[in-house]
Structure formats: structure tokens, C-alpha cells
């Protein structure tokens, strides 16, 4: 697992705490991963959707097939990342009961490759 953030330095939690980043996001693109998950606030949402590797870094994982999650409303991600239709079980929604479970286990098949059946 490796921290993907905007800046090497990494980026300040809603606690204050600081996440060193093991990656910039322009230089660990998703092709490297085999899932991704989206980590933003709403204005962190709001500043990677100027930033153009993150508005490809999803879309590429969605079109990959890769599991992905988001804990916040499948609307911010997609208003970050130009994904809109997020709706198959390859995305998971963090937050509920389970959801961390169920996304890992999304993992483990690697692909979600209904995605390429139903495009």
C-alpha cells in the first residue's frame, strides 16, 4: 500500500495530524496500483479536480477495471476525477458498516471485470 498525494509532502488531516506521501500523484499514477481509493475532503475534492493527474488517475483505474472506493459521496469524487456514472461493484462507498470489508474483498479478484461486459 503507498500514500498517493499532490505534493511529496503529503497532506494535513482534518485533525491536524500530517501524511507523508509515498508518491506525488503526476508520479504514481493508477496503472501502478491494483485499487484505488479517493481520501478528500470536499476542498481537497474541489483542488485535485484542478490538478490534471488526478483527473486522469481515476478515470484510468475505472477504464483498468480496478476496484476503487471513495469514503465521501460518489458525487465528489466524480466532480474530481471526471468519472461520472460510478455504479458498478468494482466502487465501493466507504462508511458503512462492512464497506471497508466488502472493498478489500473487491481486492482480491484483482479486476472488476463486469465493467468491460457492460461498456
Same mark, same amino acid.
Given at each position: 500500500?503507498?500514500? =498517493? ?26 496503472? *501502478?496500483?491494483?485499487?484505488? =481509493?479517493?481520501?478528500? !475532503? ?56 462492512? !464497506? ?9 479478484? *484483482? ?9
Amino acid at each position: 500500500m503507498e500514500f =498517493v498525494a499532490p505534493a511529496i509532502g503529503g497532506v494535513e488531516t482534518s485533525d491536524g495530524k500530517r501524511i507523508e506521501a509515498d508518491q506525488q500523484i503526476d508520479g504514481g499514477p493508477s496503472v *501502478l496500483y491494483d485499487a484505488v =481509493v479517493l481520501l478528500a !475532503s470536499a476542498a481537497g475534492a474541489s483542488k485535485l479536480a484542478r490538478e490534471p493527474a488526478a483527473r486522469t488517475s481515476s478515470p484510468d483505474a475505472y477504464a483498468h477495471y480496478k476496484s476503487s472506493a471513495t469514503p465521501e459521496t460518489r458525487r465528489r469524487c466524480s466532480d474530481a476525477t471526471g468519472v461520472s456514472e460510478l455504479r458498478d461493484g468494482g466502487f465501493i462507498e466507504l462508511g458503512g458498516n462492512g !464497506s471497508a470489508e466488502g472493498f478489500l474483498s473487491a481486492c482480491r479478484q *484483482l479486476r472488476f471485470w463486469e465493467r468491460e461486459a457492460a461498456a
